[in-house]
Nanobody, 128 residues
Framework: QVPLAESGGGLVQAGDSLRLSCTAS????????MAWFRQAPGKEREFVAS????????YYADSVKGRFTISRDNAKNTVFLQMNSLKPEDTAVYFC?????????????????????WGQGTQVTVSS
């Protein structure tokens, strides 16, 4: 059983918007933070955004602040990533991840080692 399943990726032009979704197969997979990471070709995986279960705080990479918004719907075991003003450098495979613990510290929330469950990824391609 796949714990997390992403959707919403695609090919868009610079300046366009996309909304990614990630749904967990079980509620227990969502008790901690839910986050998005991305990996571009030839680069290491990098943090994008994270949100703890209560949604009171959100954490973003500097490269996406002001353009991306993370949110979650706990009733649907789903986390979203609204991506606006997309740039070619946003092109990557986007991965959803969830942690076993709630992190209210931006440093811990942004480390991939903090996350236990991972999705298969969804491709986002932004053309110039």
């Amino acid at each position: 059983q796949v714990p997390l399943a992403e959707s919403g990726g695609g090919l868009v032009q610079a300046g366009d918007s996309l909304r990614l979704s990630c749904t967990a197969s079980e509620r227990t997979f969502t008790r901690g933070n839910m986050a998005w990471f991305r990996q571009a070709p030839g680069k290491e995986r990098e943090f994008v955004a994270s949100i703890p279960r209560n949604g009171e705080f959100t954490y973003y990479a500097d490269s996406v602040k002001g353009r991306f918004t993370i949110s979650r719907d706990n009733a649907k075991n789903t986390v979203f990533l609204q991506m606006n003003s997309l740039k070619p450098e946003d092109t990557a495979v986007y991965f959803c991840a969830t942690s076993l613990t709630i992190y209210l510290n931006s440093q811990l929330a942004s480390q991939d080692q903090s996350y236990y469950y991972w999705g298969q990824g969804t491709q986002v391609t932004v053309s110039s």
